[in-house]
């Protein structure tokens, strides 16, 4: 077991690539605390971890605010005793051309993906820092090279980028690895409305010649939060079935 009595957080964890992560990291012997909104889907998602001899909690939480991100850091520690690994994975998308994109669409996408970052980051630096050890993997996006009808989510997807970055320079002398992870088009609720024209001609564009699973982002997930990655921090690592090569 990879993940062996380590604590993990997995935000956004109700659905997609955070729910197919708790899932693998659980049975990687990690004791996972599921964040997220939808109270019945965390619900149902414990049940299966529990039922298959896996160690879970569920905390509903909205990412984009200080005190539940506070509350459930705080939660996690009392509850599994530790914080070993951040999956910031909460994250959403309000498409709109620029020109008549409003204010609340701009600044929703903005709050959640990277304001909700920068809060977890932030709350799980003191209990990663009394261990001197902690994993911490953010979620970008290839939006980030440029996307029509995008310009908030791209946005907010290129200063997780950034604030990586910044992050991985001032942890890594408590011990604090921060990496990010750039998915291309993976198969979740997030892409499922994208009208069918528009994934078959993404389709032809991929090398691979089809959409990613979640559960193969969680395996790189999985990567990055176990010890075979310790010497990694900062990075960025795109998984898109070749989406991007040559672009
Ligand atoms: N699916 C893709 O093609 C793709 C591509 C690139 C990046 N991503 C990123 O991957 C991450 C996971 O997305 P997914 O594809 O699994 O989609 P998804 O919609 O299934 O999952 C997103 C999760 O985030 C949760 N969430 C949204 N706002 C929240 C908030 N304020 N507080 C707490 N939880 C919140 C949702 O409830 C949901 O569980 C997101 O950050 C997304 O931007 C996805």
């Known amino acids: 077991m990879r993940l062996k009595d380590r604590v993990a957080i997995i935000t956004g964890a109700s659905s997609?690539?955070?729910?197919?992560?708790?899932?693998?990291?659980?049975?990687?012997?990690?004791?996972?605390a599921l964040v997220a909104r939808r109270?019945?889907?965390?619900?149902?998602?414990?049940?299966?971890?529990?039922?298959?001899?896996?160690?879970?909690?569920a905390i509903k939480a909205d990412v984009s605010r200080p005190e539940e991100v506070e509350r459930a850091v705080r939660e996690t520690v009392e509850t599994f005793g530790a914080?070993?690994?951040?999956i910031n994975n909460a994250g959403l998308s309000r498409d709109n051309l620029a020109v008549k994109m409003s204010a609340e669409e701009w600044e929703e996408v903005l709050r959640v993906n990277l304001?909700?970052?920068?809060?977890?980051?932030k709350a799980a630096f003191r209990p990663m820092r009394r261990q001197r050890y902690?994993?911490?993997v953010n979620t970008s996006s290839v939006a980030i090279r440029g996307n029509i009808g995008q310009?908030?989510?791209?946005?907010s997807k290129?200063?997780?980028?950034?604030?990586?970055?910044?992050l991985a320079l001032e942890y890594a002398r408590a011990g604090i690895r921060v990496n990010c992870v750039a998915p291309g088009i993976i198969e979740?609720?997030?892409?499922?409305?994208?009208?069918?024209?528009?994934k078959a001609e993404a389709l032809k564009r991929i090398p691979l010649g089809r959409l990613g699973k979640p559960e193969e982002v969680a395996y790189l997930h999985l990567f990055l939060a176990s010890p075979e990655s310790d010497y990694i921090t900062g990075q960025v690592f795109v998984i898109d079935g070749g989406l991007t090569i040559g672009i």
């Open 83 to 86: 914080l070993h690994i951040l």
């Open 39 to 57: 109270e019945e889907l965390l619900e149902a998602l414990l049940h299966d971890i529990r039922s298959e001899g896996g160690e879970a909690l």
């Open 115 to 121: 304001w909700g970052t920068f809060l977890f980051c």
């Open 151 to 155: 310009a908030n989510y791209a946005a």
């Open 134 to 136: 902690g994993k911490i």
């Open 188 to 198: 979740t609720a997030m892409t499922e409305g994208l009208p069918e024209e528009m």
């Open 158 to 166: 290129a200063g997780v980028v950034a604030l990586t970055r910044t």
């Open 16 to 32: 997609g690539i955070g729910a197919a992560c708790a899932r693998l990291f659980a049975r990687e012997g990690a004791r996972v």
